[in-house]
Nanobody
Framework: QVQLVESGGGLVQAGESLRLSCAATGSIVKINLMGWYRQAPGRERELVAA???????NYADSVKGRFTISRDYTKNTVALQMDSLKSEDTAVYYC????????????????WGKGTEVTVSS
């Protein structure tokens, strides 16, 4: 079974930076897509950034130029470097993976971490 564990959230002031990390554990050979979503109070969960195994990236317009996603394919980890943070970035950030290969099978299921809270004060 795949588990995703996030770390790195916290309280920062506007303009500062944070780095989120997520590690996928379990009997994993490789993961097709890993990314980050966020959910602010009273709002729907939204995509922040995602990265395919081939290196293609997708960012929400609101974070382009400020956030950078990266992966370590050998360790099955994904990170999100968040710079120039704004108060509107305040949310719970969730790690996500889609398309997991184990030694015996492929799963197209989406897995989610429990979330890490990011609060940006203005």
């Amino acid at each position: 079974q795949v588990q995703l564990v996030e770390s790195g959230g916290g309280l920062v002031q506007a303009g500062e930076s944070l780095r989120l990390s997520c590690a996928a554990t379990g009997s994993i050979v490789k993961i097709n897509l890993m990314g980050w979503y966020r959910q602010a109070p009273g709002r729907e969960r939204e995509l922040v950034a995602a990265m395919s195994r081939g290196g293609s990236t997708n960012y929400a317009d609101s974070v382009k130029g400020r956030f950078t996603i990266s992966r370590d394919y050998t360790k099955n980890t994904v990170a999100l470097q968040m710079d120039s943070l704004k108060s509107e970035d305040t949310a719970v950030y969730y790690c996500n993976s889609v398309g997991v290969w184990t030694p015996t099978e492929f799963s197209a299921l989406a897995y989610w971490g429990k979330g890490t809270e990011v609060t940006v004060s203005s």
